[in-house]
């Protein structure tokens, strides 16, 4: 038995595009990654703008954009892709183990700028940091204790 995958989306870009000149220059494009922490199982929205090889915004889509999600020891996973069709991309990132990992994003197989991407993920517990503790005037135990989520 032979089993073969195939990627629609991907492969219907492929048929879409063959022969086109691409103007998008993958090493001009960017990402923006809000944040460079986060917890295992929180979701995570990035954003890629892809440019033209003289730096400018593209207004269409149309690119293939890849985004892998690799564990320092443990492995890798496809990020979800979405083309808005105006030249961005949103790419969602839910990491299932807390460590090290990289982002590395790609249009038509080359990373963009900055690519890979260094991302911490840690434990939901260990993603809060108590930043304020209120003590009574009289020493006694705390009232309460406030946490952020950085």
């Not at 517990?125 to 020493?139: I, L, R, S, W």
Request: aromatic fraction near 4%; charge should be negative.
């Amino acid at each position: 038995n032979i089993s073969v995958e195939v990627n629609t989306d991907t492969l219907g870009k492929i048929i879409t595009n063959f022969g086109c000149v691409s103007d998008i220059s993958p090493s001009n494009s960017t990402a923006v990654i809000p944040r460079k922490r986060l917890a295992v199982g929180a979701e995570m929205k990035v954003k890629v703008v892809s440019r033209n090889s003289r730096g400018q915004e593209l207004d269409h889509g149309g690119a293939i954009v890849t985004a892998t999600l690799t564990h320092s020891d443990k492995g890798s996973k496809e990020c979800q892709v979405t083309d808005n069709n105006d030249g961005t991309y949103c790419i969602t990132v839910s990491p299932e183990l807390s460590g090290q990992h990289k982002l590395s994003i790609t249009i038509h197989s080359q990373d963009i700028q900055c690519s890979p991407f260094d991302l911490s993920v840690v434990t939901q517990h260990d993603n809060y940091e108590m930043t304020e503790m209120k003590v009574p005037p009289n020493n006694s135990s705390p009232r309460y204790i406030a946490f952020s989520d950085n």
